[in-house]
């Protein structure tokens, strides 16, 4: 974050940065939601839709699910929330009591650790690397869980190294988490930014698992802040007083935009070829710079590198290409402590010719940043 | 809540209710919001904002402070929030550690002792009557203060009873707070709301003080989640570090809409006329009815009744009137627990027409009720 900072203050200096660091899509929110959002203006209702959603989003997603995964969810199990962010503080808050505890991938989301915190509990922060493509996995969960604990999150397709669960793992964690009385919390917001795969849903093999996902990645809707949470049925009350009290809604138009999102379907499918693209120039070239990629990246728009070959400071590596190149990156560290100070991420969320650009740059300078 | 719901069931049903139990405007969002929010569609800039917002909209809210109430506000110290709802949990959980408390007026609004309970502290309910105008003192603030104590909150005009607080109580307030080594936070949401006089913004009086505010009431925006929080220097970072974790960002459109809001005066000036002639309405109808209306309210929507002359329980009573006359009004016991069973909610967010069918049907049916 602090990096972000000062490659905005290069930036207000008049350098051109490159940003590789950036967890959100280059790309504008396809035109077709841009115009159901201008009709949901004009209708003039945009008022608070119920504090779990708008019931017509919650029967597009159900229809959504089935069409997309085969599985069914009654529309009254999908939570309706302002983004993942939303859906995340909700589950925390609506499952936790002090001091029990989650556990989590080391490398991952950053933000997870701090809500589980902010919810009075404890973030269990699982050691995880190439062996397991950096997922937990149920030989993993069954040895951390313990007195408390109440579920078990996947991040898959993971950020930050972009890697799949396996379809078998997946399901056996599932069977895990429910064997020990707790839940299996599948992220699930990079789905359909999957490249020569398809990620699977948790609900193909557990419908008691709890998913979020939202529409800010693959429908590059970040600032229109709308996402869902999937939960079973006995959660749904507890998790309807909490957004009572700490949303009221998710935004009423960005909710209606969301239905319409649900419908498109070709700009989806050529923003995912795009990042495709990069992806694989990406990969081809940071091999070559001595990047050791050593699971490979199908899904997400991150690549997560090994720099043992490079340096011994993933940090101030990201902090000197910074300055030296204006390049950004982000060093292990934002993602957990687990070998972090050995591996950089890199974003492909911007345009091919700035990542064509960005390893020219690279190519110059990482000898001199070794 | 439940009284709300079930309400809707009747409307299911077919009944025509008249909804006085309600806490939105009736009234859409004005056109002029509407226009802005349809151009910022069209440049495609809907990425997410900087945590703490839009900075055009925290510059245009800080020359707002300066017109509306000569104070000056440094855009740094405005931090733009999903709704009021957002600015709460967000300050809460910046400010507060678990076991630390937070003075309340009781009769108020409800949500927020639940924000500070997720937040791990106390809330300290000091009942409030006529004498105070149902707002806090500096006497009962200094009363209630003890250690771990961070704050008092004054609702200004406050939820459940429309009364303003006097402006050298507000101030004492303030003081008192400072002295105690703690907050005042000020909720601001109905200003604007106000009939035959002018709120005083907490900040006329303490520059540390608090202030929460959004564009949902004044403005009739509710569905567009956009609030703000101004705090003082030592707290921007500790907010800002927090809002990065729990909501990312206001919705990016209701941002760019919210500029246009603060421009917007002739329709808001309509909707504040409609109000207060649906407030005197009420007033006068109310009090022929049996209810006691001991302190003129001034401002929101709401109508807070004594109702000891006509039930000596006023939740059955309104459960009561519900069934026999479809009239939903909101029991005392949602906003306290002090004289809760003695007192009920009226809220004028709905058409003279309505309110005359209302007031129409009660008279026919309240005796009955006694």
Redesign the interface.
């Known amino acids: 974050?602090q990096l972000l900072e000062r490659a905005k203050e290069l930036e207000a200096e008049g350098r051109k940065i490159i940003h590789m660091e950036i967890g959100?899509p280059d790309f504008?929110?396809p035109t077709s939601i841009?115009d159901a959002?201008?009709m949901a203006?004009?209708s003039?209702?945009?008022?608070?839709?119920p504090s779990t959603g708008n019931p017509a989003l919650q029967q597009a997603l159900s229809n959504w699910y089935k069409d997309e995964y085969n599985v069914d969810v009654s529309p009254e199990r999908i939570l309706i929330t302002?983004?993942t962010?939303?859906a995340f503080?909700l589950i925390y808050?609506a499952l936790l009591e002090?001091g029990e505890s989650i556990l989590l991938p080391d490398p991952g989301y950053p933000?997870q650790r701090?809500?589980i915190r902010?919810?009075?509990a404890e973030p269990i922060n699982i050691p995880v690397g190439p062996d397991t493509r950096y997922h937990l996995s149920a030989e993993l969960v069954k040895q951390h869980w313990k007195t408390g604990t109440r579920a078990a999150v996947v991040i898959n397709p993971s950020n930050p190294t972009g890697t799949l669960i396996d379809a078998d793992e997946l399901q056996h964690i599932a069977q895990t988490c429910r064997k020990s009385g707790g839940y299996l919390i599948s992220d699930e917001i990079y789905h359909g930014l999957t490249y020569g795969i398809k990620a699977r849903c948790a609900l193909e093999f557990d419908e008691h698992a709890i998913v979020v996902n939202g529409f800010s990645k693959r429908w590059a809707?970040?600032?229109?802040?709308v996402g869902w949470i999937i939960v079973p049925e006995e959660l749904i009350d507890a998790c309807r007083r909490v957004m009572?009290?700490?949303?009221?809604?998710?935004?009423?138009?960005?909710q209606y935009a969301a239905i319409a999102a649900l419908k498109e379907q070709e700009t989806c499918e050529a923003m995912r070829t795009a990042y495709d693209e990069r992806r694989q120039y990406l990969l081809a070239e940071l091999a070559k710079l001595g990047f050791d990629i050593v699971v490979q990246p199908q899904g997400a728009f991150y690549i997560y590198a090994n720099v043992e070959n490079i340096t011994d400071d993933s940090k101030v590596f990201c902090w000197d290409i910074l300055e030296k190149t204006g390049v950004a990156i982000t060093p292990g560290e934002d993602f957990g402590q687990f070998q972090s100070d050995r591996h950089v991420r890199f974003s492909y969320a911007t345009s091919l010719e700035n990542i064509r650009e960005g390893i020219q740059r690279l190519k110059n300078t990482v000898g001199d940043c070794r």
Chains 1, 2 share one sequence.
């Open positions: 974050m959100e504008s929110t841009i959002a201008k203006l004009d003039g209702d945009l008022f608070y839709t302002p983004g962010s939303g503080s808050a002090a933000c701090n809500f902010l919810a009075g809707m970040t600032g229109w802040r009572q009290n700490i949303f009221i809604a998710a935004p009423t138009l960005s």
